[in-house]
């Protein structure tokens, strides 16, 4: 589904700040893969969506959706196929458009062709959508995103990144910014909509525990490489405790992520 | 009574150009200088087209203009990546040379004599009722039209990228396209209203769209006092009843010679400048009785 070859990426070239992001990352995804993404901040993770998104263009090496080389396409066309769901609930929401409004912009691209924004048969399928969410936003779709709380901004957004079917869904920590209730509840709507529609996800946590529960496999990435890549069995046995010593043994330093030390 | 119809008529034509400020300013929340220009350039196509014999034809080719100016400073914001306020100001100070080109190198061009929308409505309602009457259809049908168009998802998209850019990217849509067609709305609307008032003052001036962002911004900021800030419609709606309300203020703060006719733009700009600063302002007091009240109580 996702194949990314040999790429590269390096900030501020030629600076006292040029900073390696990414180093010949290869990575192949099937389709239908949940693939859990673990590793220390800064580690390229995030730069790693961002250059999938199209957020900058890589300086080498390349990318490919399902049959095409989408390296050189712009991030608003990857978008068509890619979701992509960030940890600040802010982001994902036009705040002073309703529920209703914002659903349909994230539609556009796979509605049915109509000159009206807010029709009858959309609004049907966006309620019966948000109600699967079960927070009550079905009767509330009139209402400004802005007014919502963060947990029922990043449930909508969900909706938004997965409402038009696309290949790709990318989390980055988005669950991150919200307190342990919800995003026990965030998490759960996730898988919910991911194995409904077989939706081929990567999704970064900073939590391991999740990170070996959840999804089919787990990769874990150091100074913009992929240090390790388990699935299957190797995966199942896997404890946190003895990825944290790979980790130190690995790369001759501590894991020492006060966030993955609270986790 | 002569003095408040004729600040309502202004008030009409000069909402067409509060109904553009309010799409550049308040939909696509984007600071578009091109409207002191786009003023200018629909009063010279206005009037160029109107000499010629097609007063009709003068509002649609001022629109038209109006709607290629807002193009290019869309096309400086976007594809060049120049600041928006920049691009503004570069289009506007470029539309000055092409204002008095289209007006043949004269700085202003007189329309008295020929035909205007307005002469023609005379011929059909006399007296100044006609003119109210086509000033307030004319206003009526700006506001329908485009409470229309930003229902649909071409508007929405206007809409979401002037409220979060970043997700309409995310959602497949180029938002370079919605600013396009936000900043050609807007200017068009802002040109349509100069092509208007160049035909109710029978004359077309380069110097007089200067000052008028202020006035457009001032015109929104007044109508949203009066009605909040609510909906697309309602906004829209609202701006246009905050020009109106503008335009006799001004009539009858002149009229008790409360300030001189020159005085009419530091007017304005305070206006807003007043309307801007007052949720910092009302801030301030709070955090000031704030720490009064804990300084009264660490005393104790």
Same mark, same amino acid.
């Given at each position: 589904?996702?194949?990314?070859?040999?790429?590269?990426?390096?900030?501020?070239?030629?600076?006292?700040?040029?900073?390696?992001?990414?180093?010949?990352?290869?990575?192949?995804?099937?389709?239908?893969?949940?693939?859990?993404?673990?590793?220390?901040?800064?580690?390229?993770?995030?730069?790693?969506?961002?250059? !999938? $998104?199209?957020?900058?263009?890589?300086?080498?090496?390349? !990318?490919?959706?399902?049959?095409?080389?989408?390296?050189?396409?712009? /991030?608003?066309?990857?978008?068509?196929?890619?979701?992509?769901?960030?940890?600040?609930?802010?982001?994902?929401?036009?705040?002073?458009?309703?529920?209703?409004?914002?659903?349909?912009?994230?539609?556009?691209?796979?509605?049915?062709?109509?000159?009206?924004?807010?029709? &009858?048969?959309?609004?049907?399928?966006?309620?019966?959508?948000?109600?699967?969410?079960?927070?009550?936003?079905? /009767?509330?779709?009139?209402?400004?995103?802005?007014?919502?709380?963060?947990?029922?901004?990043?449930?909508?957004?969900?909706?938004? $990144?997965?409402?038009?079917?696309?290949?790709?869904?990318?989390?980055?920590?988005?669950?991150?910014?919200?307190?342990?209730?919800?995003?026990? &509840?965030?998490?759960?709507?996730?898988?919910?909509?991911?194995?409904?529609?077989?939706?081929?996800?990567?999704?970064?946590?900073?939590?391991?525990?999740?990170?070996?529960?959840?999804?089919?496999?787990?990769?874990?990435? /150091? =100074?913009?490489?992929?240090?390790?890549?388990?699935?299957?069995?190797?995966? &199942?046995?896997?404890?946190? =405790?003895?990825?944290?010593?790979?980790?130190? &043994?690995?790369?001759?330093?501590?894991?020492?992520?006060?966030?993955?030390?609270?986790? | 009574?002569?003095?408040?119809?004729?600040?309502?008529?202004?008030?009409?034509?000069?909402?067409?150009?509060?109904?553009?400020?309010?799409? %550049?300013?308040?939909?696509?929340?984007?600071?578009?200088?091109?409207?002191?220009?786009?003023?200018?350039?629909?009063?010279?196509?206005?009037?160029?087209?109107?000499?010629?014999?097609?007063?009709?034809?003068?509002?649609?080719?001022?629109?038209?203009?109006?709607?290629?100016?807002?193009?290019?400073?869309?096309?400086?914001?976007?594809?060049?990546?120049?600041?928006?306020?920049?691009?503004?100001?570069?289009?506007?100070?470029?539309?000055?040379?092409?204002?008095?080109?289209?007006?043949?190198?004269?700085?202003?061009?007189?329309?008295?004599?020929?035909? %205007?929308?307005?002469?023609?409505?005379?011929?059909?309602?006399?007296?100044?009722?006609?003119?109210?009457?086509?000033?307030?259809?004319?206003?009526?049908?700006?506001?329908?039209?485009?409470?229309?168009?930003?229902?649909?998802?071409?508007?929405?998209?206007?809409?979401?990228?002037?409220?979060?850019?970043?997700?309409?990217?995310?959602?497949?849509?180029?938002?370079?396209?919605?600013?396009?067609?936000?900043?050609?709305?807007?200017?068009?609307?802002?040109?349509?209203?100069?092509?208007?008032?160049?035909?109710?003052?029978?004359?077309?001036?380069?110097?007089?769209?200067? @000052?008028?962002?202020?006035?457009?911004?001032?015109?929104?900021?007044?109508?949203?006092?009066?009605? @909040?800030?609510?909906?697309?419609?309602?906004?829209?709606?609202?701006?246009?009843?905050?020009?109106?309300?503008?335009?006799?203020?001004?009539?009858?703060?002149?009229?008790?010679?409360?300030?001189?006719?020159?005085?009419?733009?530091?007017?304005?700009?305070?206006?807003?400048?007043?309307?801007?600063?007052?949720?910092?302002?009302?801030?301030?007091?709070?955090?000031?009785?704030?720490?009064?009240?804990?300084?009264?109580?660490?005393?104790?």
């Amino acid at each position: 589904m996702l194949e990314l070859i040999k790429i590269s990426k390096t900030f501020n070239p030629g600076t006292v700040n040029e900073k390696r992001a990414l180093n010949k990352v290869s990575l192949h995804l099937d389709p239908g893969d949940f693939v859990t993404i673990i590793g220390s901040n800064g580690a390229g993770k995030s730069t790693l969506f961002n250059a !999938i $998104c199209g957020s900058f263009y890589i300086d080498s090496g390349s !990318i490919l959706l399902g049959k095409r080389n989408i390296t050189a396409m712009p /991030d608003y066309k990857r978008a068509y196929d890619i979701g992509r769901l960030m940890q600040d609930p802010m982001k994902g929401t036009a705040p002073s458009m309703t529920i209703e409004e914002n659903l349909a912009l994230a539609y556009t691209r796979k509605a049915s062709r109509s000159l009206f924004a807010l029709n &009858k048969t959309d609004s049907e399928y966006f309620r019966e959508l948000l109600a699967s969410l079960d927070l009550g936003l079905e /009767d509330r779709m009139k209402t400004k995103v802005g007014n919502l709380s963060g947990g029922q901004r990043q449930a909508v957004t969900l909706l938004m $990144c997965t409402i038009a079917e696309p290949k790709l869904l990318l989390l980055d920590e988005h669950t991150a910014a919200l307190d342990p209730a919800t995003q026990q &509840k965030i998490l759960k709507i996730t898988m919910d909509i991911v194995s409904e529609a077989r939706i081929t996800t990567m999704m970064i946590t900073h939590d391991i525990k999740t990170a070996l529960l959840l999804g089919n496999r787990t990769i874990m990435m /150091d =100074e913009g490489e992929i240090i390790l890549d388990i699935k299957g069995e190797e995966r &199942k046995g896997m404890t946190v =405790e003895e990825l944290l010593t790979y980790y130190s &043994k690995e790369r001759k330093k501590q894991l020492l992520d006060d966030r993955i030390l609270l986790a | 009574m002569t003095l408040l119809i004729g600040s309502i008529q202004l008030g009409l034509l000069y909402a067409v150009m509060a109904l553009g400020v309010y799409i %550049t300013f308040r939909i696509l929340n984007l600071p578009d200088l091109t409207v002191d220009g786009s003023f200018s350039l629909g009063m010279a196509c206005a009037a160029w087209v109107t000499l010629s014999g097609h007063p009709v034809l003068a509002l649609f080719a001022a629109g038209f203009a109006g709607a290629l100016a807002g193009c290019v400073t869309a096309l400086l914001q976007t594809k060049f990546r120049i600041h928006p306020i920049l691009s503004g100001i570069l289009v506007m100070t470029g539309l000055y040379t092409v204002n008095l080109g289209i007006m043949g190198g004269k700085s202003n061009l007189s329309l008295v004599g020929g035909s %205007t929308i307005f002469s023609l409505i005379e011929g059909l309602v006399p007296g100044s009722g006609g003119k109210t009457l086509l000033s307030l259809i004319l206003c009526s049908l700006m506001i329908l039209l485009l409470g229309v168009a930003f229902k649909t998802r071409t508007g929405l998209a206007i809409r979401a990228t002037g409220d979060n850019e970043e997700m309409v990217r995310s959602s497949s849509i180029n938002a370079d396209i919605p600013k396009f067609i936000g900043l050609a709305m807007g200017n068009a609307c802002v040109a349509l209203s100069g092509a208007l008032i160049c035909h109710y003052q029978m004359f077309s001036d380069v110097s007089s769209g200067s @000052g008028m962002v202020v006035i457009g911004l001032a015109s929104v900021i007044i109508g949203e006092a009066i009605f @909040g800030r609510r909906s697309v419609t309602v906004g829209l709606l609202s701006a246009a009843v905050g020009s109106v309300a503008y335009r006799i203020i001004i009539a009858f703060a002149l009229k008790i010679d409360l300030f001189p006719a020159y005085a009419l733009k530091l007017i304005s700009a305070v206006i807003v400048v007043v309307a801007l600063s007052l949720p910092s302002i009302k801030a301030g007091f709070k955090q000031r009785k704030m720490r009064r009240e804990a300084t009264n109580q660490s005393e104790l």
